[in-house]
Each structure stands twice: as C-alpha cells, then as structure tokens.
C-alpha cells in the first residue's frame, strides 16, 4: 500500500481444471485463506481507517490458463477472486474487495503478483498490491 510494505501469506487451494467449450482456453475453481500483517504508518494513525490492523481474508473465484498442455505458456494464468475479510483499513477499508492475479505455476512453485482492492466502491480505496511466490503439493 502506497509503497509502505508488509508480510503477508496465503494458502491456496486450486481444483481440477475444466474446459471452456471447444475453446483453447480451461478455468479451475480456486480458493485463498490469506493474511496481510499492519504496518505503522504516522500519517495515518488519526483517520477513521488506519494501516495499523492485520487483515484475514477468505476467498473465492477462478484461475483461467490459455493453450495446450505441452505450450510454454500454458502455466501462465489469471485469476479473479470476491474476496471477504475481517477488518478495516487504509488498503482495505470495505467487508468485501476483489483479488486479481496474474502469475505462473510450475510442478512445484508458483510466482504470482496479486492486487487486492475494492474497485473503488467505497474509500479509501488504496488497495494491497504484492508479489507472492509459493511452493505447490499435490495432494
């Protein structure tokens, strides 16, 4: 958030793949639990909404590939995901925001940049942007 950062982890489940019609294109349904840590910043401290709060957030939406199993680019994806979660804050400052991703999944990790904002339906509307990199396990 306005280039004041903070730790933040998610856990990520992503299902089985689907086929949109005859389309190169698949979606799955995937699934966030995630944590985004406050952080102190002054300028803030007064407002209605402050930074200092630790945000957990369930969420819910797709992730679409495009192409063929054997194309490179086939692990490169976009996801859209309603999000709810359990306070208020300068970034966050409404129950529900919206998650977009854009990122690469390999057989084991994962690299993703994630923006989580609530389309300007409320303010403020700083929203979280972060880079997320993660270790898949097939289960």
Known sequence: MDSHSTAAV?????FKEQRIGSSRFTWSPDVSLGWI???????FRHDRYTT?????????GVRLHYGDAGDWYRR?????????????????SSAY??????????????FQIRHISNGS????????TMLLVGVAFGL
């Open 10 to 14: 998610f856990v990520e489940s992503v």
């Open 52 to 60: 200092k709060g630790s945000i957990g957030l369930i969420a819910g």
């Open 121 to 128: 339906l409320h303010e403020p509307n700083r929203g979280e």
């Open 76 to 92: 490169l994806f976009f996801g859209f995901q309603p999000v709810l979660h359990s306070g208020r804050t300068q970034a966050l």
């Open 97 to 110: 925001e919206f998650a977009s991703t854009i990122g690469w999944q390999g057989e084991h990790f994962s």
């Open 37 to 43: 840590d406050g952080r102190a910043v002054r300028r």
